[in-house]
């Protein structure tokens, strides 16, 4: 059965103070990585898929990156509006597997 | 481009009651998902539909079933509520059967 880890579970970061969360998974046969940033109460909002070992992708502040055994997600610079719980899921077959969660709380 | 949409966003119900929720998938997406959240932890997969069957199913009781219309809309049904149904239920569309999945806001469902 696929298997999400995620950590830390909870990362508080002053503003401007760079940091990365940890995406470790296994699965049979991956199809395709999936972060996601999810609000209070809302649903998660999608930010990168990657589908390979090697490949990057940023948005404004945040950067992932996957190997064939975890995706590292970097936040460089952060503000307070980059507070959210980051989630990780792994794409197999028709569903995605998610792990729990990093909630990052950005003081200004 | 309309977004995806569920409805109600929250809805207290007791325990042996029956519930429905709805969702309406993004506009071109023939694919729709629904998953449980419970509080602190990730999404779990529910089931899949694609056009119109079910395409895939997670570790749920027969009492969860759903429904999908022509237009590409979704239902989740929930008999015999238990306590612990109480979490967020989301719905996620996307426009094949594998790939970026578009989530709704979710509706909070409370088992009393």
């Known amino acids: 059965e696929d298997q999400v880890t995620q950590s830390p579970e909870a990362l508080r970061l002053q503003e401007g103070e760079s940091s990365s969360l940890n995406c470790s998974y296994t699965v049979s046969g991956l199809r395709g990585l999936f972060w996601y940033r999810q609000d209070p109460g809302k649903g998660p909002e999608f930010l990168f898929t990657?589908?390979?070992a090697g490949e990057e992708k940023e948005k404004e502040r945040l950067k992932a990156t996957l190997t064939k055994k975890e995706s590292f997600l970097h936040i460089t610079a952060p503000k307070p509006e980059d507070s959210a719980t980051y989630l990780c899921a792994v794409f197999n077959d028709y569903k995605l597997s998610f792990g729990a969660g990093t909630t990052v709380t950005v003081r200004a | 481009e309309t977004g995806v949409t569920q409805s109600p966003t929250h809805l207290i119900k007791t325990r042996g009651q029956q519930v429905t929720l709805r969702c309406s998938s993004q506009?071109?997406?023939?694919?729709v998902s629904w998953y449980q959240q419970a509080l602190g932890q990730g999404p779990q997969f529910i089931f899949q539909?694609?056009?119109?069957?079910?395409?895939g199913r997670g570790n749920f009781p027969p009492r969860f079933s759903g429904l999908q219309f022509p237009n590409y809309s979704s239902e989740l049904n929930v008999n015999a509520l238990e306590l612990d149904d109480s979490a967020l239920y989301l719905c996620?569309?996307?426009?094949?059967?594998?790939?970026?999945?578009?989530f709704g806001q979710g509706t909070r469902l409370t088992v009393v």
């Open positions: 996620a569309s996307s426009p094949s059967g594998w790939g970026e999945a578009f």
């Open positions: 539909y694609y056009r119109e069957e079910e395409n």
């Open positions: 990657l589908y390979s």
């Open positions: 506009s071109g997406h023939n694919t």
